[in-house]
């Protein structure tokens, strides 16, 4: 009889919640999208969802859809493909231990200025 290698263990939001290696940042500031765009990668992984920005470095292997499908949005705003997958996650109290900032308009330098 030929024996199947174990399936991949897989994650749930319960296996992320009892993870003791989150995050949890105290300050909260706000942010520009450039600013996100520059953590796009899986070591560095950002973004932004309903306008709140979050570190999800730590949380990428816990996602429930895999790390590839995660991936798609970091260093992004993913609020259109969160809504779009799953609309009944609550992702604010899921992720608030990684919440760095809240996104702000990027505006133009002269703007600034004055």
């Known amino acids: 009889m030929k024996k199947t290698p174990p399936a991949s263990r897989g994650y749930s939001q319960v296996d992320w919640l009892k993870n003791k290696n989150k995050n949890g940042r ?13 953590h ?4 560095d992984a950002w973004l932004v969802l309903r306008g709140k920005v979050y570190d999800v470095t730590e949380y990428i292997p816990f996602h429930p859809g895999g ?4 991936c798609r949005a970091i260093g992004k705003d993913a609020t259109k493909l969160f809504l779009a997958k799953h609309p009944w996650v609550n992702a604010e109290f899921l992720l608030s231990n990684c919440l760095v900032g809240y996104l702000v308009e990027d ?8």
Do not use: G, T
């Open 26 to 38: 105290k300050k909260v500031v706000p942010l520009s999208m450039e600013q996100v765009k520059q």
């Open 40 to 43: 796009n990668r899986k070591d």
């Open 67 to 70: 790390e590839a499908e995660i």
């Open 107 to 114: 505006r133009p330098v002269e703007e600034k200025e004055r």
